[in-house]
C-alpha cells in the first residue's frame, strides 16, 4: 500500500504552522505526536452531543458518556491483543501505568533478598519507582548494562534475568534514547522460566509498530495516548487478569467501589477497581480515534515511511563532519529516532538553532539522565519520526544542521 502524504498532511492543521518563511518541521514525536482532525472532530463531537459523568446516572448524557468511554475500550483490547477489557486499565500515561505497578504489585509482592531487573536504558518512568519499590520493600535493584557503541544489551548481563531472585523484570520495548527495539519476546520467556513478573513500558513502540500482548505474553504492558495522536492525559496499563486480580488499588474514590461501610470497603470488578474518580471520556474517545485513525493508514505504511526516513538522517549525518551518532548508526536498528551530538556545541544550542529555522527536536537527557552518564555524555540532541514527516523535511534538517558549528565559531 503506498501513502497520499500530501492527504495525510492534510489532516494535521498544525504542520502547517509558518515558521522561518516555511512550514514548521516536527521531529519532536518521541515526545508527543501531532493529532489529526479525525481525533479532533471525535472529541468535539462527544462534547457537543453525548458529554455526561460516566457510571453515575441514569439520564441520556451519563448513558452516553458510559458507552463512549467502555465501548473505546473494546477497540484498546483488540488493538494490543488483549483478551479481555477487564485487562485494559486507563490512567492519564505511561508514567501512571508503571507506578501503578510498581505501587499496587511491586512493593506488595517484594521483600529483602528479592530483586528488581531493569536496564540503564530506561525512562525515569520506569525507573524511579522500581528505586522507591526496592527502597520500600528491602529488594535490591539491578540493572542490564549496553555496549556504548551499538546500544545492544551485553550478553553477559542478560544473564541476570535467569537468577531466580529476580521477582519483577521491567524494561522498554524500544528505547526512546537508543531507538533499538529489544525483542522483548525471549527475554519475558526467560523471566518467566522462574516466575519473574514482566513490565514492558510500550510508550516507543506502540505508535509505529504491531503490539499483540499475548503473543508476548507479557505481564504488565503500558503506554500513552498522545504518542499516537491521541489527546493528552489518557493512557493505557495492559495487566494479565490474574495479576490485577490480586493487586490492590492505587487510589481511592468514586466509581472504584462496590459497597461502602462506615468502617471497611469492597472493590468494584475489573477494570473499575483501578479507575477511581470521574474519568477522562474525551481523552478515551480521542484514544479510540486514534487507533483508528492510525489502523487506516496502516502498520506496514508507518513503518515503511518511518525506515526511509531514519535511513536518510543516518546517511546525512555521517557526511556530515563532528557528529556522534548514539547507539547503532545501522538505520535497520532505528525504530523512528536518531539521537546525536554536534561536537563541540552543547544540545541546547543546536535546538535553538534549529528552531530558528523552523526545526523542532529534542534535546537534554530524554527522562534518561543514568543513560546519558553511563555513556559519558550529558545530554544529547533527537529527531524522532511519525509517517506524515517527509524526506524533504529531513534534507532540510540536514542543511540547517551542518551550518551549526560556523555559528557558533566553530569549523564545519
Known amino acids: 500500500m503506498t501513502m497520499n502524504i500530501d492527504a495525510i498532511r492534510n489532516d494535521f492543521p498544525i504542520l502547517k504552522t509558518i515558521c522561518a518563511g516555511r512550514p514548521a518541521v516536527y521531529f519532536d514525536n ?86 528488581i531487573l531493569i536496564t540503564i536504558a ?15 520493600t528491602g529488594a535490591s535493584l539491578e540493572y542490564i548494562y ?37 525483542d522483548p519476546k525471549p527475554l519475558i520467556a526467560r523471566a518467566h522460566a522462574h516466575g519473574a513478573a514482566v513490565v514492558l513500558d510500550g510508550a516507543q513502540s506502540v505508535p ?29 496499563l495492559y495487566g494479565k487478569e490474574r495479576f490485577l486480580e490480586e493487586m490492590e488499588p492505587f487510589l481511592m474514590g468514586g466509581d472504584m467501589i462496590d459497597r461502602v461501610e462506615e468502617q471497611e470497603t469492597s472493590f468494584a470488578e475489573l477494570p473499575m477497581k483501578f479507575e477511581a474518580g470521574t474519568q477522562y ?27 526511509r526516513l531514519v535511513k536518510r538522517t543516518l546517511e546525512g549525518l555521517q557526511e556530515i563532519p563532528h557528529i556522534q551518532i548514539i547507539g547503532p548508526a545501522d538505520p535497520v536498528e532505528k525504530e523512528g529516532l536518531v539521537s546525536f551530538n554536534v561536537e563541540d556545541v552543547h544540545p541546547h544550542d543546536v535546538a535553538q538553532i534549529l528552531s530558528a529555522e ?45 551550518g551549526v558549528r560556523p555559528m557558533m565559531g566553530y569549523g564545519e
Open 122 to 136: 530506561e525512562h525515569h518512568s520506569d525507573l524511579v519507582p522500581w528505586q522507591r519499590a526496592a527502597e520500600k
Open 358 to 402: 523552523g526545526i523542532c527536536i529534542r534535546t537534554g537527557h530524554h527522562c534518561a539522565e543514568p543513560l546519558h552518564r553511563y555513556l559519558g555524555i550529558n545530554a544529547s540532541c533527537r529527531a524522532s519520526f511519525w509517517f506524515y514527516n517527509t524526506e524533504e523535511e529531513v534534507d532540510y534538517f540536514l542543511e540547517k544542521l551542518k
Open 208 to 236: 509505529h509498530k504491531k503490539v499483540d500482548v499475548t503473543d508476548l505474553d507479557c505481564d504488565f504492558f503500558a503506554f500513552s495516548g498522545h504518542k499516537m495522536g491521541s489527546a493528552g492525559g489518557i493512557g493505557v
Open 30 to 115: 518521541a515526545a508527543t505526536a501531532q493529532k489529526p482532525l479525525p481525533v479532533l472532530e471525535a472529541a468535539f463531537e462527544y462534547t457537543v452531543r453525548s458529554n455526561g459523568n460516566p457510571h453515575r446516572g441514569a439520564h441520556i448524557f451519563s448513558l452516553a458518556a458510559s458507552e463512549a468511554y467502555d465501548g473505546s475500550k473494546e477497540t484498546v483490547r483488540r488493538f494490543i491483543g488483549a483478551k479481555s477489557v477487564r485487562e485494559i486499565i486507563y490512567t492519564r500515561n505511561t508514567t501512571e501505568s508503571l507506578n501503578l505497578v510498581a505501587r499496587s504489585w511491586g512493593e506488595t509482592h517484594l521483600g529483602p533478598g528479592d530483586k
Open 281 to 307: 471520556v474525551e481523552g478515551a474517545v480521542s484514544l479510540e480515534a486514534a487507533i483508528r485513525y492510525v489502523e487506516a493508514v496502516g502498520f506496514d505504511v508507518i513503518r515503511a515511511q518511518e525506515a
Open 146 to 182: 549496553v555496549d556504548k557503541k551499538t546500544g545492544h544489551f551485553l550478553p553477559e548481563d542478560l544473564e541476570k534475568i535467569d537468577d531466580p531472585a529476580v521477582k519483577i523484570f521491567a524494561f522498554a520495548q524500544v528505547s526512546n534514547v537508543l531507538g533499538i527495539d529489544f
